[in-house]
């Protein structure tokens, strides 16, 4: 391992040994507090340009294996440990993290004070950090002069539409940024889907006789897509049943009239107590949250909130009063994270089959 170095926009400095690719990068520098799921979250789409501080104290001691990828294209920025473990207990490990690091170009670096560098994201709010050879002058200056790209979405989904087969009820699902873990849970409910990219029109959709759309989670800010797409969410949701989660979740609250914001600190973990309103059930879920739906902006006569974070307060779902169309803001798949919230593609198909009737 080669001595690099972690640097913030904030002038802050990080000595560390490399893991992963050699190569210099810059993203946005975010933390995720998630125990296990390693490898689901560096292959995460919401992950696009973004450097990832893992808490959990070692990583790379179960490898890398072909069930657990949420994207077969990677586009994390960067991997930030306290300590890399270049061994692999798990069965089915067949990769260790540091070669499929240095397969996609990616750069990471250990012996990182994770928990102090916790404290100071949290501090300071988003930042951009760069993974480099040098903490000179001139990194900092390329650091600050660096702009990180608002076309995640239009980068990460797929650019034509694909089948995901099977023999149930046909659902079409807009990739924003897509999780496989939302194909994987699908298959369990042997939907058919057509997966389409981000910018189908609502004309695009319909003429494939769909029973219902799932707006998929994704990276970036959700005022970064054009108006069009809001357009075609308020066509569609009128006339067939409609279930938003992530991106997709503040998309379609944008579209009924309310409002988002970026929040001061993004959450990125799988520990946020969530209370279901109806039932006053509290689970835990699976989150890659940075921006959320103001509360304060919801038109209750269209939109009923319907989960809400305990921790933080933020609107963690919302639900149509007029259409069978509902959104959360986690990732009801888990993927990785609890399973509390695997009904909710139960639900949404109850949905389906009472609009069929």
Request: hydrophobic residues 35%; charged residues 20%.
């Amino acid at each position: 391992m080669t001595t690099r170095y972690l640097i913030l926009e904030d002038g802050t400095s990080y000595k560390g040994k490399s893991f992963g690719s050699e190569a210099t990068t810059t993203g946005e520098i975010i933390v995720n507090s998630n125990m296990l799921g390693y490898q689901e979250i560096i292959t995460n789409q919401i992950y696009h340009n973004q450097i990832i501080v893992f808490t959990q104290p070692s990583i790379g001691n179960t490898g890398i294996n072909h069930k657990s990828f949420e994207s077969i294209v990677t586009n994390a920025k960067g991997v930030v440990v306290l300590e890399y473990a270049n061994i692999s207990t798990n069965r089915l490990g067949n990769l260790t993290l540091d070669r499929f690091l240095k397969q996609h170009n990616i750069p990471g670096i250990a012996g990182i004070d994770t928990r102090e560098l916790t404290h100071r994201i949290r501090k300071n709010e988003a930042m951009k950090a760069s993974i480099v050879d040098v903490n000179d002058e001139h990194a900092f200056d390329q650091l600050s002069a660096s702009v990180l790209t608002n076309q995640q979405v239009k980068q990460v989904s797929t650019k034509a539409p694909f089948p995901n087969t099977g023999d149930g009820y046909n659902i079409i699902l807009i990739d924003f940024g897509l999780k496989y873990g939302i194909l994987r849970r699908l298959a369990e409910l042997d939907c058919n889907v057509i997966v389409m990219p981000w910018d189908t029109s609502s004309k695009e959709i319909m003429d494939l006789d769909p029973d219902g759309v799932i707006l998929s989670t994704g990276p970036g800010s959700p005022k970064d897509l054009p108006d069009s797409v809001l357009t075609m969410i308020s066509s569609v949701q009128k006339e067939i049943p409609m279930f938003g989660m992530g991106l997709g979740h503040e998309l379609f609250a944008l579209a009924n009239g309310a409002d988002t914001y970026k929040l001061s600190v993004e959450h990125h973990g799988s520990n946020h107590p969530i209370r279901q309103i109806i039932t006053n059930q509290i689970i835990y879920s699976s989150q890659s949250q940075g921006y959320a739906v103001d509360p304060k902006s919801i038109k209750h006569d269209q939109l009923l909130i319907t989960f809400v974070d305990l921790v933080n307060g933020t609107v963690q779902g919302i639900r149509h009063r007029d259409y069978p169309s509902f959104s959360v803001q986690f990732s009801p798949d888990g993927g990785p994270g609890p399973a509390d919230t695997v009904d909710l593609f139960e639900e949404f198909l109850e949905n389906v089959s009472s609009q069929r009737r």
